[in-house]
């Protein structure tokens, strides 16, 4: 496995990049591993890189069914930000941004971190009270925030609609300056590169069918590619966590929805930033490829289908067109689905679980990719150490029967609302 | 877009809907005071990959709660009934 450097690349060009060896091997799998990591995308990968990395944990296998970074990892609009306010959330997306700040450095991999800022729209007096108290948590934890009112976001995005006809005046906006994208593909591939140096073993088309028992204790999984014991079992297999928890006799506050997003033809460099609409659910930012990459709301009805429907693509539209009126006659290029774990308060469960043997890292609802870099560490941590990091120590399952959920939005126990 | 047969109004666009929840998932007695079952009640659910029993709400409609038969993983919708007609 060769350090990539631009000595490397001038070095390959050379010699007409013949030579590139492959960025990771593709092993069969050993009969048994300390860690069998379930899941092949950005949070399963990232758990093990950090196992390997930070807890010498190198005896590890992540199993995917298909392939690597193939589910979410590859299917969102790519935004990083850790504008969060509730106790639990705000340090542990703060740690993530702190690791995606250095993370193309740690992994000799360029996951092309773009810290363009992200605006969140205000259209009211009342949601400008609420973006001010945001701010103030944020910069009271050492997280940057800023608020603009509507002359300074006219100043800085003049492309939006602030005409006497706009359906939801801008009234302002917070803004987080160190938010921005990531190279999601890239992001998957750098945890996968980092883990296989490390000694992990990726194993490709091997889907968990169900779980070893040994009185009582998971110690191991059946899989499309035989059997494999292990000491601990690792979840992070986002919308169907529910299904392979159910397998291990777990019921849980999750329930799996659809999300669409969407990619228009490539413009010229028009959004230097991510922008989310405040009125509806809606945000934009432009890819490095030019395409404006839009998102929305969930479909809203629980599914399991890596396909969207009609409606929320129009609400999407809708949503664009209200904000810039300028997209109007733009096309669509591609649009796609990904199946959301999402959870009763529309917090995460990083945690030990009831079943000897078992670990869960879940319920991202549609917040997963920004979490990539600290859902691995916390993660890691949690399993190798066997108690939570103080990052994701509120991530627990036993917070919903003791009344400690974490409902950023606040609007219950209503999973396709979060 | 999912075609949904209101068993008041016939085959409708979705759109005419509001999905509500499980419709498997029964409100316990009010004097049942054992915090697990409440838990199960408020919070956890099956979340099965495959056939799944909801209520929508055909609000632009005749206003009928409707429980629907639907595949999660397919969204084939195998039958449909008044949410009422369940009760009791």
């Given at each position: 496995m060769s350090h990539y450097s631009a000595l490397s690349i001038l070095r390959h060009g050379l010699s007409g990049n013949k030579h590139w060896s492959r960025a990771w091997r593709d092993p069969a799998p050993k009969p048994s591993y300390d860690v069998i990591v379930v899941g092949g995308g950005g949070h399963g990968l990232a758990t093990a890189y950090y196992l390997a990395k930070e807890h010498g944990i190198r005896n590890v296998a992540v199993l995917e069914k298909?392939?690597?970074?193939?589910g979410n990892t590859g299917r969102n609009t790519t935004i990083v930000r850790s504008n969060y306010m509730m106790p639990g959330n705000t340090m542990f997306y703060e740690r993530s941004m702190q690791l995606w700040e250095n993370l193309s450095q740690d992994l000799n991999y360029n996951v092309m971190i773009s810290q363009r800022g992200q605006y969140n729209l205000c259209h009211s007096p009342a949601q400008m009270d609420a973006a001010r108290r945001r701010g103030n948590i944020m910069r009271a934890n050492g997280i940057d925030a800023e608020l603009f009112d509507r002359a300074e976001v006219m100043r800085r995005?003049?492309?939006?609609?602030?005409?006497?006809?706009?359906r939801f005046p801008i009234h302002g906006a917070i803004f987080q300056s160190r938010a921005g994208t990531a190279r999601h593909d890239a992001v998957a591939w750098g945890f996968a590169r980092g883990a296989d140096k490390h000694g992990v073993d990726l194993i490709q088309q091997c889907e968990v069918t169900d779980y070893i028992w040994d009185k009582g204790k998971i110690v191991g999984v059946e899989t499309t590619q035989g059997p494999i014991r292990a000491k601990k079992v690792a979840l992070a297999v986002a919308g169907h966590t529910g299904h392979l928890a159910k397998k291990a006799g777990l019921r849980l506050p999750i329930e799996t929805h659809v999300l669409q997003a969407f990619v228009t033809e490539p413009l010229k460099p028009l959004v230097d930033s991510v922008i989310s609409f405040g009125a509806a659910h809606f945000y934009i930012s432009q890819s490095d490829k030019g395409g404006l990459v839009l998102g929305g709301d969930l479909d809203g009805f629980n599914s399991y289908a890596q396909r969207g429907g009609l409606p929320i693509i129009e609400y999407t539209l809708h949503s664009a067109k209200a904000l810039m009126?300028?997209?109007?006659r733009l096309r669509l290029l591609r649009h796609w689905a990904g199946v959301m774990d999402m959870s009763m308060d529309g917090s995460p469960i990083i945690a030990k679980m009831p079943v000897e043997g078992l670990w869960l890292n879940g319920?991202?609802?549609?917040?997963?990719f920004k979490a990539t870099p600290a859902s691995g560490y916390c993660f890691a941590w949690t399993i190798a150490k066997g108690e939570p990091h103080p990052d994701n120590a509120e991530f627990t399952l036993e917070r919903f029967e003791r009344g400690y959920q974490i409902d950023e939005k606040g609007v219950g126990p209503q999973p396709n609302a979060h | 877009m999912l075609r949904i047969h209101c068993p008041v109004c016939g085959w409708r666009d979705e759109t005419e809907f509001t999905y509500g929840a499980d419709a498997t998932v029964r409100r316990p007695d009010?004097?049942?005071?054992?915090p697990k079952v409440w838990l199960d009640y408020v919070f956890m659910r099956d979340n099965p990959r495959g056939p799944h029993k909801e209520y929508w709400h055909h609000v632009t409609g005749c206003r009928q709660w409707v429980v629907v038969e639907r595949?999660?993983?397919?969204?084939?919708?195998?039958g449909s009934y008044l949410a009422r007609e369940v009760v009791g």
């Open positions: 298909g392939y690597l970074g193939g995005i003049p492309y939006l609609d602030y005409s006497p006809n706009a009126p300028s997209l109007s319920g991202w609802c549609y917040g997963g | 009010v004097n049942n005071v054992d595949d999660t993983l397919t969204h084939e919708i195998s």
